[in-house]
T-cell receptor
């Protein structure tokens, strides 16, 4: 199993450009989420999904869109990149949203710089 | 609301013990613990569910006091490989946000020879 695969690993964008960060998992996990990590801030939740066709906002959703058309894929779209979106982005998935199988598996991350 | 972790940083010599604390102002359903090494993704260590349980993972264990909304991570006889930043994540017991795992700011642990 590949686990959680994120692409690209690195990206530089110009202010105002749009792009999609890809996330795919092959573990048949129902729950998927996107976090951003900034120095000293910990991991902050952007959007999450409890299953195909269902998405919801997290703590810092502004400037980002998501969709979940399949169980495996959960792409994150930056609509119009801003320097404040410079960060490391992690995709995470879990088998369930509750119980002992709720631990998250993280992808390797995408380091995004907006200039 | 973000859980509060303490201490922010700790330096240990190999073989020493450490405790990392995580507290929340909300009633909790579960507490997660993760370790992240520099430049890598967080790695899941363990999950504790309400009910006040304690779990172990090699020489790393944790407890969850549901009534105090606190969890502690215990690292015994530390090894160099334990170095990294430890994050707790919390899920509320009910209501809005119950599907959301909120992370603390992390505790940086450095183990030196």
């Amino acid at each position: 199993n590949a686990g959680v695969t994120q692409t690209p690993k690195f990206q530089v964008l110009k202010t105002g450009q749009s792009m999609t960060l890809q996330c795919a998992q092959d573990m048949n996990h129902e729950y998927m989420s996107w976090y951003r990590q900034d120095p000293g801030m910990g991991l902050r939740l952007i959007h999450y999904s409890v299953g195909a066709g269902i998405t919801d906002q997290g703590e810092v959703p502004n400037g980002y869109n998501v969709s979940r058309s399949t169980t495996e894929d959960f792409p994150l779209r930056l609509l119009s990149a801003a320097p404040s979106q410079t960060s490391v982005y992690f995709c995470a998935s879990s088998y369930s949203t509750s119980g002992p199988n709720g631990g998250y598996t993280f992808g390797s991350g995408t380091r995004l710089t907006v200039v | 609301q973000q859980p509060v972790q303490s201490p922010q940083a700790v330096i240990l010599r190999e073989g020493e013990d450490a405790v990392i604390n995580c507290s929340s102002s909300k009633a909790l359903y579960s507490v997660h613990w993760y370790r992240q090494k520099h430049g890598e993704a967080p790695v899941f260590l363990m999950i504790l569910l309400k009910g006040g349980e304690q779990k172990g993972h090699e020489k790393i264990s944790a407890s969850f006091n549901e009534k105090k909304q606190q969890s502690s991570l215990y690292l015994t006889a530390s090894q160099l490989s334990y170095s990294g930043t430890y994050f707790c994540g919390t899920k509320p017991a009910a209501g809005a946000g119950s599907y959301q795992l909120t992370f603390g700011k992390g505790t940086k642990l450095s183990v030196i020879p």
